[in-house]
């Protein structure tokens, strides 16, 4: 069983629907990142997430600590949306360069 | 601008030919990662360092080798490619305090024939 894992694996949505994307981890962490990777390869940070709640334009990132369970939530999705978001977590005492990685989930949002 | 740059962004190389990709940051960041991503496996750490001359192994290390000469820097070395290294490859770095963004870098894909 993964340290991290992430659901669904493969998402299709139509442009304008509310989308959601879990993982749920099994070790004790300091912080959660989501990540998206466009098809051109590159990873960016989207959020870090200790506690609570974080938004960033039509993306919010969510965390429950007690549950260890975190959602991704993207509003209103357009197609430029469609890419892998991948969630990691940092274990307790580490910097963000110590990631463990859930597999990823595909998003497509179709226009 | 705020960056890690790897190169280079794309390579073809045969089996057993020494390679290096390298890695530098501009952040003065602590510490650097090297992870790899193969499909159905994501992404997994090679080696990472928290300081100059301060390096460990990940979770998949065998066939790679780092160092940390300079805080900027984190070369990933290939002594002897195999056709099992073809992956993509990512550096990152990250502020030594705990709870810190960690930035990448666009990617090595390596083809090893």
């Known amino acids: 069983k993964n340290e991290v894992e992430q659901s669904p694996q493969n998402l299709t949505a139509q442009e304008g629907e509310f989308i959601t994307i879990n993982c749920s981890y099994s070790?004790?962490?300091?912080?959660l990142h989501w990540l998206q990777q466009h098809p051109g390869g590159g990873i960016v940070s989207l959020f870090m997430?200790?506690?609570g709640k974080k938004k960033h334009g039509r993306l919010i990132a969510t965390i429950n600590i007690q549950e260890k369970h975190s959602s991704l939530h993207i509003t209103a999705s357009h197609p430029r949306d469609s890419a892998v978001y991948i969630c990691?977590?940092?274990?307790?005492?580490?910097?963000?360069?110590?990631?463990?990685f859930g597999e990823g989930t595909q998003l497509t949002v179709n226009p | 601008e705020a960056q890690v740059t790897q190169n280079p962004r794309y390579l073809i190389t045969v089996t057993g030919k020494k390679l290096t990709v390298t890695c530098s940051q501009n952040?003065?960041?602590?510490?650097m990662s090297w992870y790899r991503q193969d499909p159905g496996l994501g992404l997994r750490q090679i080696y990472y360092?928290?300081?100059?001359?301060?390096?460990d192994k990940g979770d998949v290390p065998e066939g790679y080798k780092v160092s940390r000469k300079e805080k900027r820097n984190f070369p990933l070395i290939l002594e002897s490619p195999s056709p099992n290294q073809t992956s993509l490859y990512f550096c990152?770095?990250?502020?030594?305090?705990?709870?810190?963004?960690?930035?990448f870098g666009q990617g090595t894909r390596l083809t090893v024939v």
């Open positions: 952040m003065n960041h602590e510490y």
């Open positions: 070790v004790g962490i300091s912080a």
């Open positions: 360092s928290m300081n100059v001359e301060v390096t």
């Open positions: 990152a770095s990250s502020a030594r305090t705990a709870n810190t963004e960690a930035f």
């Open positions: 997430l200790s506690s």
């Open positions: 990691a977590a940092s274990p307790l005492g580490a910097s963000g360069s110590r990631l463990t």
